[in-house]
Structures are given as C-alpha cells and as structure tokens.
C-alpha cells in the first residue's frame, strides 16, 4: 500500500523535496522551452499520483506550466516548436508532456503534425500523453 498523507501540506512537502534533483537535471532551465533565468516550478504530468513521485515531475518555467496545467487557455502556435526536441527527451515524463502537448495544435499547426507523423514514442509513453487528467 502507498503511504497515505494526511494532508495536502504533507504531500507538497515531499513534492518540493524533488526540487534539488529536478534543479539539477534540468540544468535550472526550463525543460521544456530551455528558458533560463526565470522561475522554475514543478509541474506533474497528469495523471497524478496520490503519492508525489518523481518520475512523472517537470521542471518548467512560468509560461509552459501555465499553458500545461490549462488546455482551455493554450494557444497554439509557431511559439511551441520548441516541443519538436523535448519529444526526443530521455525523461519519459517530457516525452509525455510534449506529446500531448504536439497533440493538442497538430489540426491547427502543419509542423507540430509533422513533428508527431516523424516521432516514435514507446508505447507506455503514448497510453500516458492520451490520459489526460
Ligand atoms: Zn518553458
């Protein structure tokens, strides 16, 4: 059984632990748009997990977990073209996150379709990025 946390104060504690490791594989840019010099927050691709796990958190910036965490407020567009390398990522949960967000312009934008047509993604990662919340 996972342990359970008492509280949501609890569960943020042990989330915000994960920041140094995550400061650190992110090279303290955002890991999706490679911005420097702003505000990183952890992000967690949805699903999320009663129990914070690490394997599922994303480093990002201001503007990416804004547009993540809101797909009623994205805006598609040339600005994403960025998601063209994080869909090549090692972190499973980038991989994840960039699908989905590739997904969500692809009938408005012709790169972000050529960009999925072009990307082989693991099985498991494709069954994540279509679980959306
Ligand atoms: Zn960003």
Redesign the pocket.
Known sequence: MAKGYETNQERLAVLSSFGKDLARRAKSR?E????SGVKLSIYEVPPVPREPDFGICAF??E??LEHADHPKRFVAGESWRFLTQSLWSEVPALQALSLRLLRRQADSQAWAREALEDAWVDPAIEEWAAREK
């Open positions: 955002c999706l748009c490679e911005a990002l910036c503007n990416c």
